[in-house]
């Protein structure tokens, strides 16, 4: 993930694997793969059929590492789970307790100026829902 996203802060990676590894996700890709139609447990009949496509794809990515290693799992994974993220929004992920810390850290990773912040336009000052258009420089 990190080469995907190298700006990303490390909770963020880390809410993002987690979002990858969670219970929704397994399962839509045991049934992208089409290990659903392949497994066959009781729990499918008292309608836990998610459940069981979840563990079945970690099963497989469990036998896939015992038998061709680690490198071949990830791969896989890789191959399988990262393209899921072209539909999802990124920043779901993003905790930006502190934005303007964090664009400062970016900004000083890159060697650049420190930003500052110009308001373009504003409507409805006295209002209550007023509306600023700000532009953030460097």
Do not use: W
């Not at 059929?49 to 994974?77: H, M, P, R, W, Y």
């Not at 990124?90 to 307790?97: D, M, Y």
């Not at 850290?105 to 509306?131: D, M, N, W, Y």
Request: glycine share 4%; net charge positive; proline share 4%.
């Amino acid at each position: 993930l990190y080469t995907h996203y190298p700006n990303l802060s490390d909770f963020s990676l880390r809410s993002l694997a987690k979002h990858l590894q969670g219970f929704e996700n397994l399962q839509a890709m045991a049934k992208s793969i089409g290990l659903d139609a392949a497994v066959l447990s009781k729990l499918k009949e008292d309608g836990r059929v998610d459940i069981v496509n979840a563990n079945a794809f970690q099963a497989l990515v469990g036998a896939v590492s015992l038998e061709k290693g680690t490198k071949v799992a990830q791969s896989l994974v890789f191959d399988l789970l990262v393209p899921t993220l072209q539909n999802v929004d990124v920043t779901e992920f993003l905790n930006l307790a502190h934005p303007r810390f964090t664009l400062n850290r970016i900004l000083a990773a890159e060697s650049r100026p420190a930003f500052t912040c110009r308001i373009i336009s504003e409507s409805g000052r006295k209002t209550h829902l007023p509306t600023f258009f700000v532009a953030v420089y460097s």
